[in-house]
Protein backbone atom coordinates (compact mmCIF):
# COMPACT_ATOMS: atom_id res chain seq x y z
CA UNK A 1 0.00 0.00 0.00
CA UNK A 2 3.01 2.41 0.51
CA UNK A 3 4.37 2.15 -3.18
CA UNK A 4 0.47 3.05 -4.03
CA UNK A 5 0.18 5.65 -2.15
CA UNK A 6 3.64 6.95 -2.92
CA UNK A 7 2.34 7.06 -6.80
CA UNK A 8 -0.76 8.74 -6.59
CA UNK A 9 0.30 11.59 -8.24
CA UNK A 10 1.07 9.95 -11.25
CA UNK A 11 -1.93 9.77 -13.03
CA UNK A 12 -4.27 9.86 -9.82
CA UNK A 13 -7.77 8.82 -11.83
CA UNK A 14 -6.28 6.00 -13.70
CA UNK A 15 -4.43 3.53 -12.51
CA UNK A 16 -3.53 1.64 -15.68
CA UNK A 17 -1.92 4.96 -16.89
CA UNK A 18 0.27 4.84 -13.54
CA UNK A 19 1.44 1.46 -14.44
CA UNK A 20 1.88 2.30 -18.43
CA UNK A 21 3.99 5.03 -16.99
CA UNK A 22 5.82 3.20 -14.23
CA UNK A 23 7.07 0.53 -16.97
CA UNK A 24 7.60 2.98 -19.79
CA UNK A 25 10.75 4.31 -17.48
CA UNK A 26 11.32 1.02 -16.15
CA UNK A 27 12.01 -0.09 -19.95
CA UNK A 28 13.84 3.36 -21.29
CA UNK A 29 16.56 2.61 -17.67
CA UNK A 30 18.78 1.14 -19.95
CA UNK A 31 19.20 3.58 -22.97
CA UNK A 32 19.32 6.19 -20.53
CA UNK A 33 22.08 4.92 -18.79
CA UNK A 34 23.86 4.12 -22.05
CA UNK A 35 23.20 7.79 -22.62
CA UNK A 36 24.50 9.11 -19.54
CA UNK A 37 27.69 6.43 -19.74
CA UNK A 38 28.47 7.68 -23.26
CA UNK A 39 28.70 11.25 -22.53
CA UNK A 40 30.58 10.32 -19.29
CA UNK A 41 32.97 8.52 -21.52
CA UNK A 42 32.85 11.74 -24.23
CA UNK A 43 31.97 9.23 -27.23
CA UNK A 44 28.88 8.13 -29.34
CA UNK A 45 27.99 5.22 -30.83
CA UNK A 46 25.04 5.71 -33.06
CA UNK A 47 24.87 2.56 -34.35
CA UNK A 48 24.57 0.80 -30.48
CA UNK A 49 22.32 3.69 -29.67
CA UNK A 50 19.91 3.06 -32.89
CA UNK A 51 19.68 -0.74 -31.94
CA UNK A 52 19.21 0.13 -28.13
CA UNK A 53 16.27 2.71 -28.85
CA UNK A 54 14.75 0.59 -31.48
CA UNK A 55 14.79 -2.68 -28.63
CA UNK A 56 13.26 -0.17 -26.31
CA UNK A 57 10.29 0.93 -28.32
CA UNK A 58 9.23 -2.59 -29.33
CA UNK A 59 9.79 -3.60 -25.19
CA UNK A 60 7.75 -0.75 -24.43
CA UNK A 61 4.65 -1.56 -26.82
CA UNK A 62 5.03 -4.77 -26.11
CA UNK A 63 4.64 -4.13 -22.00
CA UNK A 64 1.70 -1.52 -22.44
CA UNK A 65 -0.18 -4.35 -24.77
CA UNK A 66 0.44 -7.12 -22.24
CA UNK A 67 -0.11 -4.90 -19.00
CA UNK A 68 -3.31 -3.98 -20.75
CA UNK A 69 -4.47 -7.76 -21.23
CA UNK A 70 -3.29 -8.46 -17.36
CA UNK A 71 -5.52 -5.87 -16.26
CA UNK A 72 -8.51 -6.78 -18.06
CA UNK A 73 -10.00 -8.53 -15.52
CA UNK A 74 -9.26 -6.67 -12.99
CA UNK A 75 -11.32 -3.74 -15.00
CA UNK A 76 -13.91 -5.86 -15.79
CA UNK A 77 -14.22 -6.99 -11.92
CA UNK A 78 -14.67 -3.32 -11.14
CA UNK A 79 -17.19 -2.52 -13.09
CA UNK A 80 -19.18 -6.03 -12.04
CA UNK A 81 -18.88 -4.60 -8.76
CA UNK A 82 -19.91 -1.09 -9.61
CA UNK A 83 -23.17 -2.54 -10.76
CA UNK A 84 -23.93 -4.61 -8.11
CA UNK A 85 -23.74 -1.49 -5.93
CA UNK A 86 -26.02 0.59 -8.27
CA UNK A 87 -28.53 -2.61 -8.00
CA UNK A 88 -28.10 -3.65 -11.81
CA UNK A 89 -28.19 -7.39 -12.93
CA UNK A 90 -24.83 -8.54 -12.94
CA UNK A 91 -23.84 -10.76 -15.93
CA UNK A 92 -22.10 -14.32 -15.46
CA UNK A 93 -18.37 -13.10 -13.86
CA UNK A 94 -15.79 -15.48 -15.49
CA UNK A 95 -13.79 -17.98 -13.77
CA UNK A 96 -9.63 -16.99 -13.22
CA UNK A 97 -7.00 -19.04 -12.54
CA UNK A 98 -5.14 -19.68 -9.31
CA UNK A 99 -3.45 -16.32 -8.53
CA UNK A 100 -4.09 -13.11 -7.21
CA UNK A 101 -6.64 -12.13 -10.50
CA UNK A 102 -8.86 -15.70 -10.30
CA UNK A 103 -8.74 -14.86 -6.17
CA UNK A 104 -10.71 -11.23 -7.53
CA UNK A 105 -12.85 -12.76 -9.60
CA UNK A 106 -14.16 -15.50 -7.53
CA UNK A 107 -14.98 -13.22 -4.77
CA UNK A 108 -17.28 -10.81 -7.48
CA UNK A 109 -19.21 -14.10 -8.26
CA UNK A 110 -19.51 -14.66 -4.54
CA UNK A 111 -20.38 -11.69 -3.58
CA UNK A 112 -23.10 -11.34 -6.99
CA UNK A 113 -24.43 -14.57 -5.90
CA UNK A 114 -24.96 -13.63 -2.19
CA UNK A 115 -26.52 -10.45 -3.27
CA UNK A 116 -29.04 -12.13 -5.80
CA UNK A 117 -29.77 -13.98 -2.93
CA UNK A 118 -30.59 -11.41 -0.30
CA UNK A 119 -32.56 -9.48 -2.76
CA UNK A 120 -34.73 -12.39 -3.51
CA UNK A 121 -34.98 -13.02 -0.34
CA UNK A 122 -36.08 -9.65 0.84
CA UNK A 123 -38.41 -9.25 -2.00
CA UNK A 124 -39.96 -12.39 -0.64
CA UNK A 125 -39.96 -11.07 2.38
CA UNK A 126 -41.78 -7.59 1.52
CA UNK A 127 -44.47 -9.72 -0.76
CA UNK A 128 -45.01 -12.88 1.15
CA UNK A 129 -47.00 -13.25 4.48
CA UNK A 130 -44.15 -15.26 5.93
CA UNK A 131 -46.89 -17.59 8.34
CA UNK A 132 -48.74 -18.53 5.20
CA UNK A 133 -46.35 -18.20 1.91
CA UNK A 134 -49.46 -16.33 0.64
CA UNK A 135 -48.95 -12.96 -1.09
CA UNK A 136 -49.38 -10.56 1.68
CA UNK A 137 -51.37 -7.55 0.57
CA UNK A 138 -48.20 -5.56 -0.88
CA UNK A 139 -47.69 -8.86 -2.65
CA UNK A 140 -51.52 -8.91 -4.27
CA UNK A 141 -51.76 -5.29 -5.35
CA UNK A 142 -48.24 -5.89 -7.16
CA UNK A 143 -49.46 -9.48 -8.77
CA UNK A 144 -52.81 -8.50 -9.74
CA UNK A 145 -51.78 -4.81 -11.22
CA UNK A 146 -50.50 -6.58 -14.96
CA UNK A 147 -53.91 -8.73 -14.65
CA UNK A 148 -55.86 -5.85 -14.85
CA UNK A 149 -54.48 -3.57 -17.00
CA UNK A 150 -56.67 -4.54 -20.12
CA UNK A 151 -60.47 -3.98 -19.65
CA UNK A 152 -61.51 -7.53 -18.76
CA UNK A 153 -64.21 -8.91 -16.54
CA UNK A 154 -62.80 -10.24 -12.90
CA UNK A 155 -64.08 -10.88 -9.63
CA UNK A 156 -62.42 -10.18 -6.28
CA UNK A 157 -63.31 -11.32 -2.99
CA UNK A 158 -63.25 -11.03 0.18
CA UNK A 159 -63.22 -14.13 2.44
CA UNK A 160 -62.82 -14.09 6.81
CA UNK A 161 -63.05 -16.99 8.55
CA UNK A 162 -65.96 -17.42 10.85
CA UNK A 163 -65.22 -17.37 14.90
CA UNK A 164 -61.24 -17.56 14.75
CA UNK A 165 -61.30 -15.56 17.07
CA UNK A 166 -62.51 -18.55 19.16
CA UNK A 167 -60.15 -20.36 17.87
CA UNK A 168 -57.19 -18.66 19.51
CA UNK A 169 -59.46 -17.88 22.56
CA UNK A 170 -60.03 -21.85 23.31
CA UNK A 171 -57.36 -23.58 21.88
CA UNK A 172 -54.59 -21.23 21.81
CA UNK A 173 -52.27 -19.34 19.05
CA UNK A 174 -50.79 -22.06 17.99
CA UNK A 175 -53.34 -23.83 16.66
CA UNK A 176 -54.63 -20.56 15.12
CA UNK A 177 -51.54 -20.40 12.95
CA UNK A 178 -52.17 -24.24 12.23
CA UNK A 179 -55.73 -22.96 10.69
CA UNK A 180 -54.42 -20.50 8.82
CA UNK A 181 -51.93 -22.57 7.21
CA UNK A 182 -54.30 -24.85 6.65
CA UNK A 183 -56.93 -22.48 4.94
CA UNK A 184 -53.98 -21.18 2.89
CA UNK A 185 -53.11 -24.77 1.90
CA UNK A 186 -56.54 -25.20 0.76
CA UNK A 187 -56.85 -22.20 -1.02
CA UNK A 188 -53.91 -23.22 -3.27
CA UNK A 189 -55.31 -26.82 -4.25
CA UNK A 190 -58.77 -25.62 -4.46
CA UNK A 191 -58.26 -22.68 -6.73
CA UNK A 192 -57.58 -22.17 -10.45
CA UNK A 193 -54.31 -21.88 -11.15
CA UNK A 194 -54.47 -18.61 -13.23
CA UNK A 195 -56.40 -17.31 -9.38
CA UNK A 196 -54.38 -15.29 -6.89
CA UNK A 197 -55.14 -15.58 -3.30
CA UNK A 198 -53.31 -13.38 -0.65
CA UNK A 199 -53.64 -13.13 3.17
CA UNK A 200 -55.61 -9.49 3.56
CA UNK A 201 -54.88 -9.45 6.97
CA UNK A 202 -55.52 -11.70 10.44
CA UNK A 203 -58.11 -14.02 9.14
CA UNK A 204 -59.23 -12.32 6.52
CA UNK A 205 -58.14 -13.30 2.56
CA UNK A 206 -58.51 -11.93 -0.77
CA UNK A 207 -58.79 -13.70 -3.70
CA UNK A 208 -58.69 -12.05 -7.67
CA UNK A 209 -60.40 -14.60 -10.44
CA UNK A 210 -59.26 -13.35 -13.59
CA UNK A 211 -61.34 -13.39 -16.89
CA UNK A 212 -64.39 -14.95 -14.57
CA UNK A 213 -67.67 -13.95 -14.87
CA UNK A 214 -69.94 -13.67 -11.47
CA UNK A 215 -71.92 -16.55 -11.72
CA UNK A 216 -68.79 -18.98 -12.09
CA UNK A 217 -67.15 -17.17 -9.22
CA UNK A 218 -69.50 -18.06 -6.60
CA UNK A 219 -69.92 -21.45 -7.85
CA UNK A 220 -65.66 -21.58 -7.36
CA UNK A 221 -66.12 -20.22 -4.09
CA UNK A 222 -68.80 -22.04 -2.88
CA UNK A 223 -67.02 -25.58 -3.97
CA UNK A 224 -64.14 -24.24 -1.21
CA UNK A 225 -66.66 -23.60 1.14
CA UNK A 226 -68.11 -27.24 0.20
CA UNK A 227 -64.65 -28.39 1.32
CA UNK A 228 -64.43 -27.18 4.37
CA UNK A 229 -67.22 -29.27 5.34
CA UNK A 230 -65.98 -32.60 4.10
CA UNK A 231 -62.68 -32.08 5.13
CA UNK A 232 -62.69 -29.73 8.19
CA UNK A 233 -58.73 -28.22 9.08
CA UNK A 234 -59.93 -26.74 12.35
CA UNK A 235 -62.83 -26.43 15.05
CA UNK A 236 -64.27 -23.81 16.74
CA UNK A 237 -65.99 -25.31 19.98
CA UNK A 238 -67.07 -28.50 18.54
CA UNK A 239 -68.06 -26.64 15.21
CA UNK A 240 -65.83 -26.99 11.67
CA UNK A 241 -64.56 -24.20 10.48
CA UNK A 242 -66.77 -21.64 8.31
CA UNK A 243 -65.85 -18.23 6.08
CA UNK A 244 -68.09 -15.99 4.97
CA UNK A 245 -67.50 -14.05 1.60
CA UNK A 246 -68.45 -11.28 -0.43
CA UNK A 247 -67.63 -11.07 -4.49
CA UNK A 248 -67.83 -8.10 -6.73
CA UNK A 249 -66.78 -7.54 -10.28
CA UNK A 250 -63.51 -5.69 -11.21
CA UNK A 251 -62.88 -4.58 -14.87
CA UNK A 252 -59.39 -3.23 -14.10
CA UNK A 253 -57.15 -1.83 -11.68
CA UNK A 254 -58.45 1.80 -11.50
CA UNK A 255 -61.77 -0.13 -10.12
CA UNK A 256 -60.32 -2.27 -8.15
CA UNK A 257 -60.53 0.08 -5.06
CA UNK A 258 -64.51 0.18 -5.33
CA UNK A 259 -64.22 -3.53 -6.39
CA UNK A 260 -62.80 -4.27 -3.12
CA UNK A 261 -65.40 -1.87 -1.03
CA UNK A 262 -68.30 -3.54 -2.41
CA UNK A 263 -66.91 -6.91 -1.86
CA UNK A 264 -66.26 -6.20 2.01
CA UNK A 265 -69.84 -4.83 2.28
CA UNK A 266 -70.85 -7.70 0.68
CA UNK A 267 -69.41 -10.11 3.13
CA UNK A 268 -70.12 -8.03 5.81
CA UNK A 269 -74.12 -9.33 4.44
CA UNK A 270 -72.78 -12.80 4.22
CA UNK A 271 -71.72 -12.40 8.33
CA UNK A 272 -75.06 -10.24 9.16
CA UNK A 273 -77.33 -13.18 7.04
CA UNK A 274 -75.76 -16.26 9.59
CA UNK A 275 -71.71 -16.56 8.36
CA UNK A 276 -70.86 -20.06 6.24
CA UNK A 277 -72.05 -18.20 2.97
CA UNK A 278 -70.99 -16.12 0.30
CA UNK A 279 -72.91 -13.06 -1.19
CA UNK A 280 -72.32 -11.17 -4.12
CA UNK A 281 -72.65 -8.02 -6.16
CA UNK A 282 -72.17 -7.13 -9.78
Same mark, same amino acid.
Given at each position: ????????????????????????????????????????????????????????????????????????????????????????????????????????????????????????????????????????????????????????????????????????????????????? @???? %? /???? =?? #?????? $?? &?????????????????? @???? %? /???? =?? #?????? $?? &??????????????????????? /??????????????????????
Amino acid at each position: MRFYQATRFLFPRNFQFRMFSICFGAVHLPIIVFCVSELVLARWDWRLFAALLVATLVGTVTAIVALRGLLAPVAHATDLLQSLQRGEPVPPVPTGGDDLVGALLASVARASAETHARVERLADAAEKDVLTGLRNRRGFMDAIAPVLRDDRNSVVAVLDLDHFKAVNDRHGHDEGDRVLV @EFAK %R /LQTE =LR #RSDLPA $RW &GGEEFAILLPDTALDEAT @EIVE %R /LRAS =LH #RDEIGH $RG &GDALTFSCGLAVVRDYASLKSAM /LRADSALYDAKRSGRDRVRSVA
